[in-house]
Antibody
Framework: EVQLVESGGGLVQPGRSLKLSCVAS????????MNWIRQAPGKGLEWVAY????????YYAETVKGRFTISRDNAKNTLYLQMTSLRSEDTALYYC???????WGQGTLVTVSS | DVVMTQTPVSLSVAIGQPASISCKSS???????????LNWLLQRPGQSPKRLIY???KLDSGIPDRFSGSGSETDFTLKISRVEADDLGVYYC?????????FGSGTKLEIK
């Protein structure tokens, strides 16, 4: 069974950093690109970033480019999202999803507030 | 960036009646491979999104054939032939052809 489990969310002050993790199981993680998607409270879905299976191709939404870094460790079956210079508008539930969005995690909540 | 214009914003449908959601993209979603990466997802209240349809019209495993997807280039439609109570939630279209990937703004389906 495919499982994606996010962690690392929490309350953080504006301007600070946070690193999210997504542990994958039930499939060969190193064969698939991965995405981060977020959803602000009461709002729609926003794609954040993508990383290819071997980390050769990485793309970001303009809203996070230069502040967020997506990475992965295929040996640990883990996807990461390093978030810096956090803003109140980054407050959201952050999901990881496998390449074509067939599988999603349950999300981890990031709240940016002083 | 590709803008996904999804309509209607909300839909109230009686059990057993059909429903239809439109999604229009600001540019063609046909990729260099010739494939069209248009997905439909459903987010039930309090749950993670779930993909229903990929590549415009292919149903995911376990998705009832009451759901169907159609369209091409820039114009796409999700249809539910007979709405059931379990279909309530917010439906999103998602284009996976061009980075940055973009979602439609969502259609909230309510049961009348």
């Amino acid at each position: 069974e495919v499982q994606l489990v996010e962690s690392g969310g929490g309350l953080v002050q504006p301007g600070r950093s946070l690193k999210l993790s997504c542990v994958a199981s039930g499939f060969t993680f190193s064969n698939y690109g991965m995405n981060w998607i977020r959803q602000a409270p009461g709002k729609g879905l926003e794609w954040v970033a993508y990383i290819s299976s071997g980390s050769s191709y990485i793309y970001y939404a303009e809203t996070v480019k230069g502040r967020f870094t997506i990475s992965r460790d295929n040996a640990k079956n883990t996807l990461y999202l390093q978030m810096t210079s956090l803003r109140s508008e980054d407050t959201a539930l952050y999901y990881c999803a496998r390449f074509s969005f067939a599988y999603w995690g349950q999300g981890t909540l990031v709240t940016v507030s002083s | 960036d590709v803008v996904m214009t999804q309509t209607p914003v909300s839909l109230s449908v009686a059990i057993g009646q059909p429903a239809s959601i439109s999604c229009k993209s600001s540019q063609s979603l046909v990729g260099t491979s010739g494939k069209t990466y248009l997905n439909w997802l459903l987010q039930r209240p309090g749950q993670s999104p779930k993909r229903l349809i990929y590549l415009v019209s292919k149903l995911d495993s376990g998705i009832p054939d009451r759901f169907s997807g159609s369209g091409s280039e820039t114009d796409f439609t999700l249809k539910i032939s007979r709405v059931e109570a379990d279909d309530l939630g917010v439906y999103y279209c998602l284009q996976g052809t061009h980075f940055p990937l973009t979602f439609g703004s969502g259609t909230k389906l309510e049961i009348k």
